[in-house]
């Protein structure tokens, strides 16, 4: 399994900014799909999740109720829409995928993708 993030920048506090990632190797659908945060010399930080059918989604304190995940089966893609951004957001982001039915952890998922920095400053 292959995983490509894209997407990420440099955005003004209150700004929005969408992330995806591409899936390669493997059926799709029969992965849980996940992003994670890392600032720094901080850890890994779980930002949100979705089953393999996207019907039941996951969130980080952090982030809920201003960024939505989701996934397109059919394009092999997961997304993550992020809203009202604060400079507290900026890290790097990291897509993850399982073949367990859901994760929240970073010790659930096998497969990571390289990041994709999001910089939110003004």
């Known amino acids: 399994v292959q995983l490509q993030a894209s997407g990420g920048g440099l955005v003004q506090p209150g700004g929005s900014l969408r992330l995806s990632c591409v899936h390669s190797?493997?059926?799709?659908?029969?992965?849980?799909m996940a992003w994670f945060r890392q600032e720094s010399g901080k850890e890994r930080e779980f930002v949100a999740s979705?089953?393999?059918?996207?019907?039941?989604?996951f969130y980080g304190d952090s982030v809920k109720g201003r960024f939505t995940i989701s996934r397109e089966n059919a394009k092999n893609m997961v997304y993550l829409q992020m809203n009202e951004l604060k400079t507290e957001d900026t890290a790097v982001y990291f897509c993850?995928?399982?073949?367990?039915?859901?994760?929240?952890?970073?010790?659930?998922?096998?497969?990571w993708g390289r990041g994709t920095q999001v910089t939110v400053s003004s």
């Open positions: 993850a995928a399982t073949l367990e039915l859901y994760g929240t952890s970073v010790r659930e998922f096998d497969y």
């Open positions: 190797g493997g059926t799709f659908s029969n992965y849980a």
């Open positions: 979705l089953t393999g059918s996207g019907k039941t989604t």
